[in-house]
């Protein structure tokens, strides 16, 4: 029974081996891992090309487009000065000793729309200008800023990995985002001020934020006024809002009538990006006095990290799709049935697993979510939504040496290994057991 399973534990071996040692792209790495279980599990070459191609296609076919307009609209937030004007209206809600609070905040919301690694380094000047602003050590302000960048970075679509994960196991849009808000506020706040306040104790509480390592800030030539908040607000709100209304609108109209086609319209996750990229347009770019040439430019730079995660988020489809051409999809889904395995522990701990070998959250949870995507279809009591939320906290588990945030944040706070592994993998380990426990939890107040 389990010799077909030496297939897929042999590719996920050669996946990480070729990521960790021979320092492959993840994407190229993926392509050949999903190469060699094809052709190792006896399928022929061309059908495991044309097996590929169908995966790959289908998974861009959906994430492809929201990773890319959530790119862009996190692009408008970042050029047009909204990321800035939401981190500063929630520094001055409250007294200095509820910065580490409010700037979590911030950055939860500021973390909705755009990748982690741009949104972090955008967000870097600001931390350490309101660190010297307050005379407070760097990491008081730059811990809970990271925080809330990766709560929205693991947990809420359009990041990739929920948004991956969301649709290998056919989840609903909105229920993930409401599901996905529950759990985030509480690991917002333990993470962020709370896990400040802890780790304080092995950092110099009296150093202040060190001028000459702070990062310049871009300051625009023309001096364009700053859009206001209330627009801001909206054009990061709007996705999750439409999503959400049309998940809980569909009990309260007529399953047959226009409202009924409307809702589910503008709740579709790529038309409630698009309508919030267009309102973004005017509001953040239009009225705050950019051309129309230099929002086109904002728009495709932003487009730019986004290309390699796209790629390798169709890569991850080519294996999850290798893996039923090969029939060892159900297999899997016979195996834990018959061992009674939870299907949110098992996708969280293959996530972590991957995740802890080859250190990016992205790959982990598209390799993750193909292994335990069978389980969706073989278990009809598990929610496809917490399964979604499972994976992709596994996918933040440990990150050390091997991740490229774990560097991000070492060399911008200019942080020993040792003091990184204090603070920055302690948060990330942190943030990824308070997942599960969330997941679980709401997991057995539905049940």
């Known amino acids: 029974m389990f010799m077909p399973l030496v297939s897929p534990v042999l590719a996920i071996l050669l996946l990480i081996l070729l990521i960790t040692r021979l320092r492959f792209h993840p994407f190229l790495a993926l392509i050949l891992a999903a190469g060699f279980l094809g052709i190792a599990s006896g399928v022929s070459p061309v059908d495991t090309v044309k097996s590929f191609q169908k995966g790959f296609g289908g998974i861009l076919s959906s994430v492809g487009l929201v990773v890319g307009l959530g790119s862009m609209l996190g692009g408008l937030l970042l050029e047009s000065g909204g990321a800035d004007k939401i981190a500063n209206a929630f520094v001055g809600l409250g007294s200095q000793r509820w910065i580490p609070t409010t700037i979590c ?57 929920p948004t991956l994960a969301m649709a ?3 989840a609903d849009a909105g229920k993930t985002i409401f599901y996905g808000f529950l759990i985030a506020v509480p690991m917002a706040i333990l993470s962020g001020p709370l896990f400040t306040s802890f780790i304080m104790r092995w950092f110099p509480a009296s150093a202040a934020a060190d001028p000459a390592a702070e990062p310049t800030v871009a300051v625009p030539a023309d001096q364009r006024s700053l859009p206001s908040l209330p627009l801001v607000l909206i054009s990061v709100l709007l996705p999750p809002g439409l999503m959400m209304l049309r998940t809980f609108g569909r009990n309260l109209v007529d399953g047959h009538g226009v409202a009924h086609l409307w809702l589910e319209f503008v709740g579709d996750p790529i038309v409630s990006l698009l309508i919030a990229v267009l309102f973004a347009f005017y509001a953040l ?60 522990i098992l996708g969280w701990a293959i996530a972590a697993l991957i995740r802890v070998a080859i250190g990016s959250a992205t790959v982990a949870t598209v390799t993750a979510a193909g292994i335990v995507a069978p389980l969706a ?28 945030g774990f560097w991000l944040f070492k060399e911008y706070f200019k942080l020993s290994v040792s003091e990184t592994l204090k603070s920055w993998t302690l948060l990330v380990s942190l943030q990824s057991l308070i997942g599960l426990a969330g997941v679980l939890l709401i997991d057995a107040f539905l049940h």
């Open 105 to 161: 905040a911030a950055a939860l919301l500021i973390g909705l729309p755009h990748l982690f690694d741009v949104s972090f380094v955008m967000l870097v000047p600001l931390a350490f200008v309101i660190a010297r602003r307050t005379n407070s050590y760097i990491l008081r302000i730059g811990v809970p800023l990271a925080a809330g960048l990766y709560v929205s970075h693991g947990l809420l679509p359009p990041h990739p990995s």
């Open 168 to 170: 290998a196991y056919h």
């Open 285 to 344: 770019g239009v009225r705050s006095g950019f051309s129309l040439t230099q929002i086109q430019k904002i728009l495709g730079k932003s487009l730019a990290p986004a290309a390699g995660v796209i790629l390798i988020l169709g890569a991850g489809g080519g294996l999850k799709e290798m893996l039923v051409a090969t029939h060892v999809s159900d297999l899997i889904a016979h195996w834990a049935v018959t061992w009674q395995i939870n299907p949110l």
């Open 377 to 404: 279809a073989a278990d009809p009591h598990v929610s496809l939504e917490l399964l979604v939320l499972a994976t992709s906290s596994g996918g933040l588990m440990l990150s050390h040496l091997n991740d490229s």
